[in-house]
Protein backbone atom coordinates (compact mmCIF):
# COMPACT_ATOMS: atom_id res chain seq x y z
CA UNK A 1 0.00 0.00 0.00
CA UNK A 2 1.29 3.69 -1.11
CA UNK A 3 -0.18 6.28 0.75
CA UNK A 4 -0.01 9.50 -0.50
CA UNK A 5 0.55 12.48 1.66
CA UNK A 6 1.30 15.02 -0.82
CA UNK A 7 0.28 15.46 -4.84
CA UNK A 8 2.72 13.01 -6.54
CA UNK A 9 3.57 13.90 -10.09
CA UNK A 10 6.34 13.48 -12.34
CA UNK A 11 7.88 16.25 -12.02
CA UNK A 12 8.50 15.41 -7.90
CA UNK A 13 9.25 11.48 -8.11
CA UNK A 14 5.65 9.70 -8.54
CA UNK A 15 5.62 6.04 -8.94
CA UNK A 16 6.06 4.62 -12.28
CA UNK A 17 5.12 1.04 -13.20
CA UNK A 18 5.72 -1.42 -16.24
CA UNK A 19 1.31 -2.42 -16.30
CA UNK A 20 0.82 -6.13 -16.15
CA UNK A 21 4.05 -7.01 -14.87
CA UNK A 22 2.90 -8.46 -12.23
CA UNK A 23 1.56 -11.22 -14.18
CA UNK A 24 5.30 -12.57 -14.69
CA UNK A 25 5.79 -13.78 -11.09
CA UNK A 26 8.27 -12.44 -8.09
CA UNK A 27 11.32 -11.45 -10.27
CA UNK A 28 14.14 -10.74 -7.55
CA UNK A 29 13.67 -9.79 -3.95
CA UNK A 30 15.24 -7.79 -0.93
CA UNK A 31 17.24 -10.01 1.11
CA UNK A 32 18.16 -8.98 4.72
CA UNK A 33 22.20 -9.93 5.74
CA UNK A 34 24.91 -9.28 7.95
CA UNK A 35 25.39 -6.12 5.90
CA UNK A 36 22.28 -4.75 5.73
CA UNK A 37 19.37 -5.10 2.84
CA UNK A 38 19.94 -5.84 -0.78
CA UNK A 39 18.53 -7.95 -3.67
CA UNK A 40 19.06 -10.94 -3.94
CA UNK A 41 20.39 -10.58 -7.71
CA UNK A 42 20.73 -8.09 -10.29
CA UNK A 43 17.70 -6.00 -11.49
CA UNK A 44 16.52 -7.41 -15.43
CA UNK A 45 16.99 -4.78 -18.40
CA UNK A 46 13.85 -3.27 -18.90
CA UNK A 47 12.72 -0.82 -21.79
CA UNK A 48 11.91 2.53 -20.32
CA UNK A 49 9.23 3.33 -22.68
CA UNK A 50 7.42 0.29 -20.81
CA UNK A 51 6.75 2.40 -17.47
CA UNK A 52 3.87 4.10 -16.97
CA UNK A 53 3.72 7.26 -14.35
CA UNK A 54 1.03 7.08 -11.36
CA UNK A 55 0.47 10.63 -10.65
CA UNK A 56 -2.19 11.09 -7.63
CA UNK A 57 -3.37 13.51 -5.23
CA UNK A 58 -2.36 14.12 -1.77
CA UNK A 59 -4.91 11.35 0.02
CA UNK A 60 -4.64 8.85 -3.15
CA UNK A 61 -4.00 5.01 -2.01
CA UNK A 62 -2.30 2.95 -4.19
CA UNK A 63 -2.53 -1.09 -3.99
CA UNK A 64 0.38 -2.60 -5.39
CA UNK A 65 1.22 -6.15 -5.50
CA UNK A 66 4.47 -6.83 -4.54
CA UNK A 67 5.25 -8.54 -7.90
CA UNK A 68 4.82 -5.39 -10.01
CA UNK A 69 7.90 -4.01 -11.40
CA UNK A 70 7.97 -0.27 -10.23
CA UNK A 71 10.04 2.63 -9.51
CA UNK A 72 10.20 6.00 -8.72
CA UNK A 73 12.49 8.99 -9.75
CA UNK A 74 14.33 11.63 -8.18
CA UNK A 75 12.62 14.93 -6.94
CA UNK A 76 12.71 17.86 -9.49
CA UNK A 77 11.00 19.78 -7.77
CA UNK A 78 11.04 22.18 -4.64
CA UNK A 79 8.09 20.76 -3.67
CA UNK A 80 8.00 17.37 -1.38
CA UNK A 81 6.53 14.44 -2.00
CA UNK A 82 5.79 12.39 0.87
CA UNK A 83 3.89 8.81 1.12
CA UNK A 84 3.85 6.43 3.74
CA UNK A 85 4.76 2.59 2.17
CA UNK A 86 3.01 -0.17 4.37
CA UNK A 87 3.69 -4.08 3.12
CA UNK A 88 0.60 -6.10 4.13
CA UNK A 89 1.16 -9.81 4.19
CA UNK A 90 -1.40 -12.64 5.29
CA UNK A 91 0.87 -14.35 8.03
CA UNK A 92 -1.84 -17.26 8.43
CA UNK A 93 0.34 -20.74 8.39
CA UNK A 94 3.38 -18.30 6.62
CA UNK A 95 6.84 -19.69 7.11
CA UNK A 96 9.46 -16.94 6.39
CA UNK A 97 12.19 -17.24 4.37
CA UNK A 98 15.76 -17.05 7.43
CA UNK A 99 16.88 -14.04 4.89
CA UNK A 100 13.28 -12.35 4.46
CA UNK A 101 13.41 -8.58 4.16
CA UNK A 102 10.35 -8.22 6.71
CA UNK A 103 10.55 -11.70 8.59
CA UNK A 104 9.41 -11.30 12.55
CA UNK A 105 11.68 -12.48 15.18
CA UNK A 106 8.62 -13.81 17.08
CA UNK A 107 4.88 -14.48 15.63
CA UNK A 108 2.41 -11.69 15.37
CA UNK A 109 -0.65 -11.37 17.30
CA UNK A 110 -3.80 -12.41 15.84
CA UNK A 111 -6.00 -9.46 14.82
CA UNK A 112 -8.84 -11.45 14.76
CA UNK A 113 -9.81 -14.97 15.46
CA UNK A 114 -12.28 -16.96 12.81
Known amino acids: LWLALEDATVVNGCLWAIPG ?3 NGLVRRFIRG ?5 FDRPSPAYDPKD ?6 KAGS ?3 ICGDLIHQSFENQSLKSRHAYSLHVVDTDGCKWA ?3 LIRRKVAPEPIYVS
Open 98 to 100: PDN
Open 34 to 38: EDGVT
Open 21 to 23: SQK
Open 51 to 56: FVPIEV
Open 61 to 63: LIV
